[in-house]
């Protein structure tokens, strides 16, 4: 669907923002994280696009359509546009993450979920075409960290520490690979965010060894839109040997 977010009003600078009224000082903060983000990845993978910011608030977020509840940022399929929620309350991530950290970090995590989001536009325009499924989750949170860790060491940190802290805290129902690429959001919202967590773990294991590596070495594997599940684990498992051991964990 077309979305038509040009009844927020847009505030100065790069990327294009917008935002629901009230917000425009935090529109401003996230449209330099969004910014920093997209020239640290642009400048290592050679991707080239003009992502835009929106900010918005419950009433705004609708212009978006009704798919995506309140409070889960996310990246559009069709253009570039990150819409990122105004307001931290009644945003449910919120609440996972203050179970296993303050307040202020589990806010800060919400937001940094928008590096993620820009993550998938990256991963998408420098070709690295994979069915969703966790793989997919993995890379954008892969590539985010990657501009965390070199340019923002302290978000870095609580990005890793949430994640690690629900992993230690919460067993989900579901936990393989499989079920997540079969079932996504259907795993419940809990279990999805634990599906998150385990992936940003892994992301750091990646990253730790790798650096910025790994996705044009993922993507020189060949793998693609019709590639199988097993195809895709035994692709990462070439570029980072751990991988097929590290799914097999997570079923057990
Ligand atoms: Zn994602």
């Known amino acids: 669907m077309t979305t038509d977010w040009t009844t927020l009003a847009e505030i100065a600078g790069e990327p294009r923002t917008r935002a629901s009224v009230g917000y425009e000082d935090r529109a401003a903060e996230l449209q330099e994280l ?24 419950a009433r705004g977020w609708s212009l978006g ?3 995506i509840p309140y409070g889960i940022p996310y990246a559009s399929d069709n253009g570039f546009d990150l819409v990122i929620p105004a307001d931290p309350a009644g945003n449910f ?20 979920i928008a590096v993620h989001e820009l993550g998938h536009l990256h991963a998408r325009e420098m ?3 994979v069915p969703q499924g966790w793989l997919v989750e993995l890379v954008a949170t892969y590539l985010s960290y990657c501009f965390l860790a070199e340019q923002r060491p302290a978000d870095a940190e609580i990005w890793h520490r949430l994640a690690q802290a629900r992993v230690d805290s919460v067993t989900p129902e579901h936990r393989s690979l499989e079920t997540l690429d079969e ?3 259907g795993v419940g919202a809990e279990n999805y965010i634990w599906y998150q967590d385990a992936l940003t773990v892994m992301a750091v294991r990646v990253h730790a060894v790798l650096g910025i590596g790994f996705a ?5 594997t060949g793998i693609g839109p019709e590639s199988s599940g097993p195809e895709l684990l035994a692709a990462a498992d070439r570029v980072f040997p751990g991988f097929e051991e590290w799914a097999a964990e997570l079923r057990s």
């Open 34 to 57: 969004v910014g920093d983000s997209h020239a640290f990845l642009s400048g290592h993978l050679g991707t080239d696009f003009a992502p835009s910011v929106v900010v918005a608030d």
């Open 65 to 67: 359509g009704d798919e």
């Open 93 to 112: 991530l919120v609440d996972a993450y203050a179970e296993v950290g303050s307040r202020a970090s589990a806010e800060r995590f919400a937001d940094l």
């Open 127 to 129: 070709g690295l075409d």
């Open 183 to 185: 079932l996504y959001f």
């Open 216 to 220: 044009t070495a993922l993507r020189a």
